[in-house]
């Protein structure tokens, strides 16, 4: 559970800032640490002409997964981003409202 007050100006308020600052920095490089995963991934299994494969599952398997699972994440928070942005306003054909919503 967040707590509430992690950002007030409490004692020791700003190493939680910091902490969440760095967080939100390492957070940030996931991503690309994966892209680069998947092409050194891909460059051993072409060079040694078989699959790579972490605890008997194959390791672009795994990342494949985990990038769907993120842009599926992604969409979700547009989508509440929208809904949230527009909560009153409703279209007033059904099916344009199930294309926005």
């Not at 390492?26 to 072409?46: C, N």
């Not at 547009?78 to 099916?95: A, D, G, Q, W, Y």
């Amino acid at each position: 559970m967040w707590d509430q007050n992690r950002y007030s100006a409490s004692r020791g308020a700003h190493l939680n800032l910091k902490r969440a600052e760095k967080a939100r920095i390492l957070v940030s490089k996931i991503p690309a640490m994966v892209d680069t995963l998947v092409a050194k991934t891909r460059a051993w299994e072409e060079e040694h002409s078989m699959s790579f494969a972490y605890d008997g599952v194959p390791l672009l398997a795994m990342l494949d997964e985990y990038g769907m699972l993120r842009q599926e994440r992604e969409e979700e928070k547009r989508r509440l981003r929208v809904t949230s942005s527009f909560p009153l306003i409703k279209p007033k054909c059904h099916s344009l409202y199930k294309l926005i919503f």
